[in-house]
């Protein structure tokens, strides 16, 4: 068995959209007080949608780059984005992360 660094994890949500301009509306809706699961729910096109956009514990470098930058470095329990990457434009919630 080789010695391998362990990578941070974290958990996240986020809502995931095909255009910029609707991304960045239903942020001002969640700034606004609008719940941002419920939301997930209803324009989210990730499958995680149906579960109030919640992604679970992943590793660091699991997710797309632009997706794996914010998330391991960004604020945990804002609400970050319009994040675009290959899938579309993301609201990122950073629920929880620790260390490797």
Avoid at 23 to 50: M, V
Avoid at 51 to 59: A, I
Avoid at 80 to 91: A, I, N
């Amino acid at each position: 068995m080789g010695w391998r660094k362990k990578r941070a994890t974290a958990s996240a949500r986020h809502i995931l959209v095909a255009d910029q301009e609707q991304c960045a509306q239903l942020k001002t809706d969640i700034e606004n007080g609008a719940d941002f699961a419920d939301l997930a729910r209803q324009y989210s096109t990730c499958p995680s949608g149906k579960k109030g956009g919640d992604l679970g514990q992943f590793r660091e470098r699991q997710m797309v780059k632009e997706f794996n930058d914010v998330v391991f470095t960004a604020e945990l329990h804002t609400v970050h984005g319009p994040v675009k990457t290959q899938f579309g434009y993301h609201l990122i919630e950073i629920t929880e992360r620790s260390k490797g």
